[in-house]
């Protein structure tokens, strides 16, 4: 019984041990920096932002797993999520902040005030209440907004649909950033005397219902950066193409999944330029006189076999200028 008994005892000690190192997160290796990096969900564009972000970091000298510990947290499109992994990524001892997407920037900014945080999309970081001015935000935060270049987005629907009557607008009313995108569109629809029907989701249950509805009203659609619709894109393709109406969506991942066309901002260069930010507070720079950074110009994307479904034709200027400068999906 004695044996028995010592054969449990060290048995025990052995799984303690073992599941005590389990439960240990990965260690840092000495000299190593962490970031800590806080995203939605996955999807074809936050992803390009992401890679574009440990891309940049890596070419500055900062590459993950040498001189810098990457910690990733995913909310998987369950904004319940979000204050937890900010807290978890806050009191692990992360030196920089990164938030891809607006809520994740929004919890990060309410789980610390000290930490430097960078925003990795954020249309409007005033309005969400992220800084307290644009170009002197005055606090921990600074980043990159990826405002869309609206009125170029316009101009180039008129040019596929000179005869458009109606143009409707789809975004997520729990957005920040598309709800700035959704003001936008409206203030430029007013300089080009479009006339426009705005119709809004909650979360991404509700596009496929709210889609049809705007579908028999409309002729055309816009969408601006939505993170939510991004993420239902299908949703939104598979509706309008039975409804033999195009969308004309604000990023470019979205047009590859069905969108016709667009002057999009470059969601792989907004994670370039939101790691160039993290690397200059790492050497010393205070994110309080760091002016948030915008992307002036889009680039052109356009899906011709979405167009040529639909029966549009491309305009031909702009066909060259996606071919020489920009993206064309076949």
């Known amino acids: 019984m004695k044996k028995v008994g010592a054969a449990f005892a060290i048995l025990f000690v052995f799984l303690a041990v073992a599941f005590g190192l389990e439960s240990k997160p990965a260690r840092v ?3 190593q920096v962490k970031i800590g990096v806080l995203t939605l969900m996955r999807h074809p564009a936050l992803d390009a932002i992401y890679k574009g972000f440990k891309a940049e970091l890596a070419k500055e000298g900062y590459r993950d797993g040498k001189e810098i510990k990457i ?18 990524l806050v009191n692990g001892g992360s030196k920089v902040l990164f938030g891809i997407t607006t809520p994740s920037s929004q919890a990060l900014a309410n789980a610390t005030k000290q930490t430097p945080i960078v925003l990795g999309a954020v249309t409007d970081p005033r ?15 600074t980043g990159i907004s990826d405002q869309a270049p609206i009125h170029e987005q316009l101009r180039l629907i ?21 709800v700035a995108g959704y003001r936008q569109i409206v203030a430029e629809c007013k300089k080009l005397k479009l006339s426009l029907k705005a119709y809004s989701i909650a979360n991404s249950n509700d596009l496929n219902q709210v889609s049809q509805q705007m579908l028999t009203q409309v002729d055309a ?9 991004a993420g239902a894109m299908q949703t939104l393709v598979k509706n309008a193409n039975a409804a033999k109406k ?7 991942t979205m047009v590859k999944e069905g969108g016709v066309a667009t002057y999009s901002v470059d969601q792989y260069q907004l994670g370039v330029e939101g790691a160039k930010m993290v690397v200059q507070i790492l050497k010393g720079r205070k994110p309080a006189n760091m002016p948030v950074r915008y992307l002036k110009h889009g680039t052109p994307v356009l899906n011709l076999k979405a167009a040529k479904k639909l029966g549009l034709t491309v305009p031909k200027d702009f066909y060259q200028e996606a071919k020489q400068k920009g993206t064309i999906y076949k």
């Open 158 to 178: 008129q040019r596929f649909m000179p005869r458009l009557k109606t143009l409707g607008v789809i975004y997520t009313s729990s957005d920040a950033s598309a």
């Open 71 to 88: 910690v990733y947290q995913n909310a998987n499109n369950d904004q319940s999520n979000l204050k937890t992994m900010a807290e978890k």
């Open 221 to 229: 659609v816009i969408v601006p950066t939505d993170n939510t619709i």
């Open 127 to 141: 309005s969400a209440n992220l800084v307290k001015n644009n170009e002197h935000p005055g606090g921990n935060i």
């Open 246 to 252: 195009p969308v004309f969506p604000a990023v470019d």
């Open 29 to 31: 290796k000495q000299g």
